[in-house]
Every structure is written in structure tokens, then in C-alpha cells.
């Protein structure tokens, strides 16, 4: 038991350095050199401060909503893999994030140019379209019978998402041409968020879901042994059941609305880790969270240096990096 | 057999192709009547050289002049309505250069196009003059065309020898925000208008028509000016006060430092048309008041 312990607190702590690491190094590093003497000094005002506002108004909000968004993407990849007892499960697919982007393309759409405290219509929209197919397929899985049933989660969460795209290529398709190539932009993920208040707004829900990953670790053990077995084991299924898929669900509503449908992360970042380290979710879970933020923040500084000064998409980078190292531990391990 | 039987087949259509293109010749020699435009820009040329009465259709985007709003509509860049426009008898269909299947239908029907592409300032003109040829309004066209050479011309004899101000011409933000900012680089029409009127852009060294910039880029680049591009007009007041708020952050530019951030709207500003003389103008007045 000691030895499980303090295995849980090694393997946690080391990924906790690797992560910060690569926080505290990414900002640092771009497509031009700052002196971090004069941007943290407090000798040349603010206005004047080129170095201070690279760091604090382009590459911080830049590191830390991508650090979020990994984290919570790959958490709820995680989570969802061992709810539906499927491996292939990711965060996108339950439509939480068709729903996002139906909400985000009827917002670029239809020109909807209210913002709030800095932060645009179209994270707002999207993290109201992740609610309503959240609400969707909650209502269908339970709607059977008495409990969730992971199944039709699984078949209704998949037909969402089909029938979401097609309304986003509807949306698109009616929508003129710049707005249809800013939503085919949005769609390719985007951390650049020019500031802090998105992050702010998106943290709530945030810090909320990962507050409840905090206590599922346990309980995900034994789902992933089957219904009955938890059950057997005194675990209330239905509402740990449904303490997953919400708290999932919110996570990919939040991290999506604040750096759109990055995809990869919620896949692959959960299978890297289990390679790594095992299946066991008390561990699995911080270090996927974890993981998942050093890998996205990663992804992000190649993607803003690699062309610099043009800029890649980070959800082209996360494909393109993440899918051959997955094959490569892949083919290692076997 | 089936084999040759398909030979057969594409030596008919071989045949074909060649009878179409000679229709398409002879149809050149004689002036179109039924022009249908499926290019805004191109749609304003026509009016501005005299060939308005003989547009019959144009594109789902056009708003200008007023007179089109009344004309019949056959979708646009990435939905021609190719029955629509079949059913209007067009002698003269202007597509964008991209429509190829659009190009290939019209020429199975034997109705000849005019294939443009969006290019610098000076294509703008080169294309009025071709459609002045095609249309049979040379005089018309010429005039225009020189009428907007001496506009720029004195735009350009006002502004010379002034200190160009390094520009960021902005055309797309996400609104109140500074996320996905599309930007002018070194080549296209904007791009030419800002160095007549006077400028210099931030991204000249990027031989695109658009470049993603992000924040770090724009604090690096420094613009002296910010110039900001927009189709619809903003109301002055709150509306425009939230929009330039949004640069504040930005303050170490010093566009942002010099309140030089402004906004130039109209549909004159992004439709590669006659009015271009018009952006021009406006462009200068705001980098040389």
C-alpha cells in the first residue's frame, strides 16, 4: 500500500516538474529573443516596455490557455475512455465539441459582435453550444431506463456529432466567404488569445471540472472493471457515471471555447501516458492532466516559431507531432 | 470494344470542345447583350465603362451600384447556380478564375467566359480595359481607366517625398478582441493602394495577399499606423471607442502610443473595383492628414 503511495507521489511529482518546466521555459522562447531582465525591471515604464509586453501580453496568455486547455482535454479524455470503457473515446465524442463549434460558427455567422469584459461572442456561443449538446445527450442516456446507459451515451453522442457537423457545414455553407474562412480557421484550434480575460472567463468551469477529477481516480478503476463489479464494490455507478460525463463534458466545453476543437490531445496524450506508466487512473489521471498541458504548450511554441513570422495552426501541429510519436511508443512497447 | 467505343466517345466530345471553341470565338467578335457577372468587382466595372444595361444576372454578393439589387441573382464563388444562370441565355458569363467546373458546364453550353482572378492595382485596370474590349465600350473604359490613373497619380504627386509611416493594414479581427488578426503582406490590391497612398506595410517582406499576425509579431513589427479595413460601417461613438480599445493593450506600438489606429470602411475599401481611386484617397487622407 505504502509502496502504491509513493509510487502515485513519484511518478505525479515528476511529471509536475517536467510541466512546469515547460511553462516557465515556453514564454521565454519565440520568434524573437527578449531580455527578461528588462521585461520583469521595473526601470522602463510600461508603455515603453517592448520586452515586458511580449512576454506578459503575446506568449503568457499564449502558455497558460494552452497549458489549460491540455490539461483539461486530456483529463477528460481520460475520464471518458474509462466511462465508456473505450479506448478509442475522446473528448470530442460525445458532440460536447460539435456543439461548441455549432455554437461558434452561428456566432461568426451571423456577425454577433457583443463581447463582455474582453472576451468575444464566439467563446461565449461555444461554450452555450457545448451546454445544449451536453443537455442533448444526457437527456437521451437516461431516457431509457433507470441510470445512465453508457451505450447509448456512447451511439448518441456519436449521432450528435454527425448531425452537429452538418450543421456546421450548413452554417458555413450559407455564411459569406470571410466568414466561413474564419470559421474553418476556428476550427483549426487557436491559442493566441491576445490577453487574459477569456482565460478568466474559461477557468471557473474549469477549476470546477478538474475538482471533480480529483475524486474520480478510485472510481474509474473500477468502472473500467465493468458496472457490475463496481457496483459489487459498493460504488454508487449511476452517479459516478454521471459525475464523469459532466465533469468531462464541462472540461471540453470550457477548453474548447477558449482555444477551439484542438484535436489529438484527448487521445492520444491518455494512451501515451498509459504506455508510460501503467492504467492505473490514480495516476493515469493527474499525469494525463499534466502531460496533456506540457504537450499542448509544446505543440503551441512550435507552431508560433516554426514558420515564424507566420504562424501555424496548433491543431496541425498536435496531429502531425502527436500522431507519429504515438505510433513510434506504440510499435516500441509491442 | 468497349475501349473503342470510348475512344469514340472522347473524339466526340474532342469534336465538341473545338465546335465550342469556335463558338466561342465568333461570340468574342460580336458584343455580348446578356452578360452575367459572378464577380462583384467585375460587376462595378461593367456599370462604371457603360456595359450596366447589358448585365442580365449577377452574383449573390452584389451591392453596387444600387441598380443591381433589382437584377436576378445566381449564387456566387462557391455556389453558381449553373441552371440559373443557363435560364437567363447569357451570352457572356464573367466567373472567377477558381470556378473551373462552373468554366467547363458554360463551355459545354457554348456561352463564353471572362476568367478573372484578384491581383495588384494595376490588374484592376488591366481588367477594366479588357471588359471595355469584350463589351464594346473601349472609349468608356479607357476614359475610366485614366480618370482613375490621374486620381492615384495625384494622390501619389501629394504624398511624395513624405515620411511613409510603417502600416499594419488589418482587414479581419475577432470582434473586440485581438484573436485572428489577418493582415495585408507584400502583395495584392490593399497592399498597392497603402503604397499609393502613401505607406509603407509591416509585412512587405511576406509575399502574400494575408498573414496571420499575432501579437508577438505586431509588438516586434511595430507599426507606426494601424489602418483597419472593413466592409460595414462602425457607428462613431461607443461601437468604434470599444473597437480601438481593444489595441490598448498593445501600448508599447506606437500606432497604439499615438492614437494613429483607424478605421477606413465601405465596401470601396474591399471590392478591387473602379472605386479603388476612392480607397486611395481616404487611405492618404488618413496617413497624411
Not at chain 1, 115 to 137: E, K, N, Q, Y
Not at chain 2, 257 to 283: I, S, W
Request: hydrophobic letters at 50%.
Amino acid at each position: 500500500m505504502m509502496n502504491i503511495r509513493r509510487r502515485i507521489a513519484m511518478v505525479v511529482l515528476a511529471f509536475l516538474a517536467f510541466a512546469i518546466a515547460v511553462i516557465v521555459v515556453a514564454p521565454m522562447v519565440g520568434s524573437t529573443s527578449i531580455s527578461l531582465s528588462k521585461a520583469f525591471g521595473r526601470s522602463v515604464d510600461w508603455n515603453e516596455n517592448v520586452d515586458a509586453q511580449i512576454f506578459f501580453v503575446a506568449r503568457l496568455p499564449r502558455v497558460l490557455s494552452g497549458a489549460l486547455v491540455g490539461a483539461a482535454l486530456a483529463a477528460a479524455g481520460v475520464v471518458l475512455q474509462a466511462l465508456l470503457r473505450n479506448p478509442l473515446a475522446t473528448p470530442f465524442t460525445l458532440g460536447v465539441s460539435a456543439g461548441a463549434a455549432l455554437g461558434a460558427m452561428v456566432a461568426i455567422a451571423i456577425g454577433l459582435d457583443v463581447g463582455w469584459f474582453g472576451v468575444s461572442s464566439v467563446p461565449i456561443a461555444s461554450f452555450a453550444g457545448s451546454l445544449v449538446a451536453i443537455g442533448i445527450v444526457y437527456a437521451l442516456a437516461t431516457s431509457q431506463r433507470r441510470g445512465l446507459s453508457t451505450n447509448v451515451l456512447l451511439l448518441a453522442g456519436v449521432t450528435l456529432n454527425s448531425f452537429f457537423s452538418a450543421l456546421i457545414l450548413f452554417v458555413q455553407y450559407v455564411s459569406d466567404f470571410t466568414q466561413s474562412v474564419r470559421a474553418v480557421r476556428w476550427l483549426m484550434g487557436d491559442l493566441d488569445v491576445g490577453g487574459y480575460s477569456s482565460i478568466v472567463a474559461a477557468l471557473p468551469m474549469l477549476l470546477a471540472a478538474f475538482g471533480v477529477f480529483a475524486f474520480l481516480p478510485r472510481t474509474l478503476n473500477l468502472l473500467t472493471l465493468g458496472e457490475d463489479v463496481a457496483a459489487a464494490r459498493g460504488v454508487d455507478v449511476m452517479s459516478a457515471q454521471r459525475w464523469a460525463f459532466f465533469s468531462a463534458s464541462l472540461a471540453t466545453g470550457a477548453a474548447v471555447s477558449l482555444g477551439g476543437p484542438i484535436g489529438f490531445i484527448g487521445i492520444v496524450v491518455p494512451h501515451l501516458v498509459r504506455l508510460m506508466i501503467g492504467s492505473d487512473h490514480r495516476i493515469v489521471l493527474p499525469a494525463a492532466a499534466l502531460f496533456g498541458a506540457a504537450f499542448t504548450v509544446l505543440c503551441d511554441l512550435t507552431a508560433r516559431t516554426i514558420m515564424a513570422p507566420l504562424e501555424l495552426p496548433v491543431g496541425i501541429i498536435t496531429a502531425l507531432i502527436g500522431g507519429p510519436f504515438f505510433l513510434w511508443l506504440l510499435v516500441k512497447r509491442s | 470494344m468497349a475501349a473503342r467505343q470510348t475512344i469514340v466517345t472522347r473524339l466526340t466530345a474532342v469534336a465538341f470542345c473545338v465546335a465550342a471553341c469556335t463558338v466561342f470565338v465568333s461570340h468574342a467578335q460580336t458584343n455580348p447583350q446578356r452578360i452575367v457577372s459572378l464577380v462583384p468587382a467585375l460587376t462595378e466595372m461593367l456599370f462604371a465603362i457603360g456595359a450596366g444595361p447589358q448585365v442580365v444576372g449577377v452574383s449573390s454578393y452584389d451591392r453596387y451600384p444600387p441598380s443591381v439589387t433589382s437584377l436576378p441573382r445566381v449564387g456566387a464563388l462557391l455556389d453558381p447556380d449553373t441552371e440559373r444562370i443557363l435560364s437567363l441565355t447569357p451570352d457572356l458569363v464573367l466567373t472567377y478564375g477558381s470556378q473551373v467546373d462552373l468554366q467547363t458546364q458554360m463551355r459545354r453550353a457554348s456561352i463564353p467566359t471572362f476568367d478573372y482572378r484578384h491581383g495588384g492595382l494595376d490588374h484592376i485596370l488591366v481588367t477594366i480595359r479588357q471588359l471595355g474590349q469584350r463589351t464594346g465600350h473601349i472609349n468608356e473604359a479607357n476614359a475610366l481607366v485614366s480618370g482613375i490613373e490621374t486620381r492615384i497619380q495625384a494622390v501619389k504627386a501629394r504624398v511624395v517625398g513624405k515620411q511613409r509611416p510603417r502600416t499594419l493594414l488589418v482587414f479581419s479581427r475577432e470582434p473586440k478582441t485581438l484573436r485572428n488578426i489577418y493582415v495585408s503582406g507584400g502583395s495584392g490590391f490593399l497592399r498597392d493602394m497603402l503604397v499609393a497612398a502613401g505607406g509603407e506595410d509591416v509585412f512587405e517582406d511576406i509575399g502574400r495577399e494575408s498573414v496571420q499576425a499575432t501579437t508577438e509579431t505586431i509588438l516586434i513589427r511595430a507599426p507606426e499606423v494601424i489602418l483597419e479595413i472593413r466592409s460595414e460601417n462602425i457607428p462613431a461613438g461607443a461601437e468604434l471607442d470599444s473597437e480601438l480599445q481593444s489595441w490598448s493593450r498593445l501600448s508599447t506600438v506606437p500606432a497604439v502610443k499615438n492614437k494613429r489606429v483607424y478605421f477606413v470602411t465601405g465596401q470601396q475599401m474591399t471590392v478591387p473595383g473602379p472605386r479603388v481611386a476612392d480607397g486611395v484617397e481616404r487611405m492618404a487622407k488618413v496617413l497624411h492628414p
